[in-house]
């Protein structure tokens, strides 16, 4: 898979296979700069490769049309970015239900308040809207509405690089209990190296990406 966000200049990306098992839990690394939130995007389908595929439970994403795409990502993958993108004037659970309509998914305010539930996140909290609350509780937010669609595969992208190191601690522990309960794949990317304990398998972006050789 090639990409590069300006065809006319040498690759960002140039992975000839990288590959994630079933409920594999796999942190990835790299420098700043080195292309780790593309390569989510590339895995996501927001972005796609200028040549190349992208194969997840034996479907092409990069063969969907747009809207199909997005459909699939809702039904299959579930993402938690930097910035959480909650929607800041909706609450808690209509975030969740929000996520749970793209993806079709049934009984979604009952699983909403269970999923804040196990997180705790409950209470007058499920109905403030996301903007009134702390950092830690949007990301508790951000893992349950990641999780809302029973996706067989979760990418996180560094949620952690604005919290001290006991926050951090919390909410790898929350993120890896609620995902070895789901039975999630889980793509993990930062680079704080300090975190690659808790995975099965840790990746560097620099060893599977050959532009990264070269650069
Ligand atoms: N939309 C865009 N258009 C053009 N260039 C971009 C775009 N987004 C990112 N880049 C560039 O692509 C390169 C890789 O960016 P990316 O965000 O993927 O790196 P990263 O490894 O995730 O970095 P960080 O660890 O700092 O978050 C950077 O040089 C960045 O400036």
Redesign the pocket.
């Known amino acids: 898979m090639l990409f590069s966000?300006?065809k006319t200049s040498s690759p960002?990306l140039d992975i000839p296979q990288w590959t994630l098992d079933n409920a594999e839990q796999v942190f990835l690394h790299?420098?700043?700069?080195?292309?780790?939130?593309?390569?989510?995007?590339i895995l996501a389908g927001i972005?796609l490769p200028n040549r190349g595929c992208v194969d997840i439970l034996g479907q092409r994403i990069n063969g969907l049309r747009s809207g199909k795409r997005d459909k699939w990502r809702a039904r299959h993958i579930g993402v938690v970015f930097?910035q959480f993108n909650l929607i800041p004037y909706l609450s808690p659970v209509d975030n969740i239900r929000l996520a749970a309509h793209f993806a079709n998914t049934p009984n979604a305010s009952r699983e909403a308040s269970k999923l804040l539930t196990s997180l705790s996140i409950d209470g007058e909290l499920c109905h403030r809207p996301a903007s009134q609350l702390s950092v830690g509780q949007q990301q508790r937010v951000a893992i349950a509405r990641a999780l809302i669609n029973r996706p067989e595969l979760i990418i996180v992208?560094?949620p952690t690089s604005a919290l001290d190191a006991q926050n951090r601690d919390g909410f790898i522990s929350l993120l890896m209990d609620s995902v070895q309960q789901s039975g999630a794949a889980l793509l993990f990317?930062?680079?704080d190296l300090s975190l690659s304990t808790h995975f099965h398998r840790v990746d560097a972006?620099g060893k599977i990406n050959r532009a990264g050789e070269t650069a």
């Not at 790299?30 to 593309?38: F, V």
Request: cysteine-free.
């Open positions: 966000y300006d960002l790299g420098p700043s700069g080195s292309g780790k939130s593309t390569f989510l995007n972005l930097q992208d560094e990317v930062s680079h972006l």
